[in-house]
């Protein structure tokens, strides 16, 4: 899942911000305390902090701070030096899970912690609690900052802890975005899912469901209904586009989609919005009623209309107010010295496409986290040089009548050919100027998933009749990678 509903970016014709060189993060040894000469350069008297780990500290406990914390031990600058505080009650987990196999019923092999903790999905140790404790990272669980001082660099959480850091990484994601109070957008069965407990608050509706209604034809939606079959629940899907995943998919694509959808008993209700969601004499969910009058019976709604970066109490930082999130340079150094922002929330130079652009998905939680660390820690100076991925797996529990698992790379923009028939592999290749931008496969090899990157970072130039020639995606496949060569 994108745990977010992904927006691919476009461009906005902003000029990227330029880091004078007051603002360069400075190196320094691994036993050299930056927290410590600062206080001292100041004449500051050292108060009494919650934290005992002051020189780094992450604020967010999801997928960017798992793999930030990775990268911080093995630079050898954990131990001591690190804290993490969080909102949760748990250490850092693979988020995709909780659309996909987290929903699966129980007879289905649903997936649980500590079994998606991070770094298992991105190829690391499981970093259980007690992995934080081994590396000597201080973990501040279900307490949430809630204030921030920039100056004093001090942070104030949800309890009143004070909290005193050197240099600051922002890692808190995004929220759900939710349908007002006042048309029933927090009734009792309404779902949203961003959180572990959010999907077990989600798991116990279905366990007691009869009919389920998912508003949003997005990543949430699509992967929450796909569970929601391995129930044996009516699912239906309401949302006001034309089409499944109209960001992404062209229209023939998400055709193919939607039938797979209906067959396995999925109903679709498109050019749809809200009006208001209907609760029964005991306060509980009974109907979705939209802006056309008529009604959707319904036990259980999820709620997968997108979500807005987390800011928190840091407003006073740069803001890009074109895209969201805070604004940050190719090290995701902010405009505050000594402060940066990495995953959802960071508003980065996409370099590939010269453009800014604020990326929800895992793959950008952990590559953006990696490289932030290494350029604070290390001598690294390479503006990250991100390649836009996204990906979807559904009806992957047993008895499945088929397993879906589609890739895409690069940039949606040009025109588009199409390759193969669903059943059992498609492809769609986006061409602009003649030259390959992005390419989607469905049900790729492993040797055909890892050459999408390959053709979405060079670009080649393709003849674009020759590819609509293609017989089968394997051959489509064969005549781009020529491609590469020549």
Partial sequence: MALASTALPTKTGLSLWCPTSSSLVRRFPARFSPIGSRIASRGLVTASFANENREF??????????????????NG???????????????????????????????????????????????????????????????????????????????????????????????????????????????????????????????????????????????????????????????????????????????????????????????????????????????????VKLADGSTIEADTVVIGIGAKPAIGPFETLAMNKSIGGIQVDGLFRTSTPGIFAIGDVAAFPLKIYDRMTRVEHVDHARRSAQHCVKSLLTAHTDTYDYLPYFYSRVFEYEGSSRKVWWQFFGDNVGETVEVGNFDPKIATFWIDSGRLKGVLVESGSPEEFQLLPKLARSQPIVDKAKLASASSVEEALEIAQAALQS
């Avoid at 997928?63 to 990268?71: D, E, K, Q, S, V």
């Avoid at 019923?105 to 140790?125: N, Q």
């Avoid at 990484?169 to 899912?193: E, F, M, Q, W």
């Fill in 77 to 287: 600058m954990a131990d001591g030096r690190l804290c993490i505080v969080t909102k949760e009650a748990y250490a850092p987990y693979e988020r995709p899970a909780l659309t996909k196999a987290y929903l699966f019923p129980p007879e289905k092999k649903p997936a649980r912690l500590p079994g998606f903790h991070t770094c298992v999905g991105g190829g690391g140790e499981r970093q259980t609690p007690d992995w934080y404790k081994e590396k000597g990272i201080e973990m501040i669980y279900e307490d949430p900052v809630t204030g921030a001082d920039f100056e004093k660099q001090t942070l104030t959480t949800n309890t009143g802890k004070q909290l005193k850091y050197g240099s600051l990484i922002i890692a808190t994601g995004c929220t759900a975005s939710r349908l007002p109070d006042k048309i029933g957008g927090n009734l009792p069965g309404v779902h949203y899912i961003r959180e572990v407990a959010d999907a077990d608050s989600l798991i116990s509706s279905l366990g007691k469901a009869k009919k389920v209604v998912i508003v949003g034809g997005g990543y949430i939606g699509m992967e929450v209904a796909a569970a929601a079959v391995a129930w044996n629940l009516d699912t239906t899907i309401v949302f006001p586009e034309d089409q499944l995943l109209q960001r992404l998919f062209t229209p023939s694509l998400a055709q193919k989609y939607e039938e797979l959808y209906r067959q396995n008993g999925v109903k679709f209700v498109k050019g749809a919005s809200i009006n208001n969601i209907e609760a029964g004499s005991d306060g509980r969910v009974t109907a």
């Fill in 57 to 74: 500290v992450i604020i967010g406990g999801g997928n960017a701070a798992g793999y930030a914390a990775r990268t911080f031990v093995e």
